[in-house]
């Protein structure tokens, strides 16, 4: 048992899916998992085991921002042994050709925080995803009839943006979509030695400002949640 998760050793799969949303996490566990067990429910961050085709798979809620992310992680891999952990998230486009639902894949993370520069003296570290895990992804869209967007994101700090037009300067360098987490949790994998993924379904746009509900954010990606469950159990751990 950690700090933060109320699970037993034993408890928690080699392989894990992280949304951000505990709502979501449920979702996935009641829909996806057979003989899903909640393994924690400390501040409302539920998690779960079950099988998925017969492979153990958790989902363990994060929370949102990489602080809240980065307790998760650390503890899921320190605490629990768990090798392979997937971001299952919602993002906001910044690009015209990104539209709302689609499937985004992010390649690496840049980010506006100093969480991963502090790390570094303030030098620059440029956080990356697993090659198994993005070239599993990328076979899995194709086998299941899926379009992906692939490329790098932007993990941020602020959600409410003193500036609004700040996120221009990241589209002209080509960022697909803004998000809050895997900056860091790219950054943690590394360094422990583990394979990480996020997977994004763009939840809203700053450029067509069209944007889905709060149910439909935890109800209904279930693209990329069954893109994510099959990169899953189809990647060694």
Same mark, same amino acid.
């Given at each position: ?10 408890? &928690?799969?080699? %392989? /894990?899916?992280?949304? !951000? ?8 566990? $009641?829909?996806? =998992? ?49 090798? &392979?952990?997937? %971001? /299952?998230?919602?993002? !906001? ?8 639902? $689609?499937?985004? =894949?992010?390649?690496?993370a840049s ?95 700053l450029i ?30």
């Amino acid at each position: 048992m950690s700090i933060h998760i109320g699970a037993p050793q034993g408890a &928690i799969a080699p %392989r /894990v899916l992280l949304p !951000g949303d505990p709502l979501r996490a449920r979702f996935i566990a $009641d829909n996806y =998992l057979e003989n899903a067990v909640c393994y924690n429910e400390v501040r409302g961050m539920y998690g779960y085991t079950g099988t998925y085709k017969g492979v153990d798979v958790s989902v363990q809620g994060t929370g949102m921002g990489m602080p809240s992310h980065s307790i998760y992680v650390h503890e899921l891999i320190n605490f629990y042994g768990a090798k &392979i952990l997937i %971001r /299952v998230g919602s993002c !906001g486009s910044i690009q015209q050709e990104v539209k709302l639902r $689609d499937l985004v =894949l992010g390649i690496s993370a840049s980010t506006n925080s100093s969480m991963v520069s502090r790390s570094f003296e303030g030098l620059n570290y440029a956080p990356t995803a697993d090659w198994d895990l993005i070239s599993k992804a990328g076979s899995v869209a194709a086998e299941l009839g899926m379009k992906i967007k692939a490329g790098n994101i932007l993990s941020s700090d602020t959600f409410y943006d003193e500036n609004p037009e700040s996120w221009k300067s990241w589209a002209k360098y080509g960022i697909l979509a803004i998000e809050m987490e895997a900056a860091a949790l790219y950054t943690l994998a590394a360094r422990f030695g583990v394979k990480a993924l996020c997977l994004l379904t763009v939840s809203d746009s700053l450029i067509s400002r069209e944007e889905t509900t709060s149910e439909e954010r935890e109800k209904t990606f279930t693209g990329m949640m069954e893109m994510a469950l099959e990169t899953a159990i189809g990647t060694e751990v």
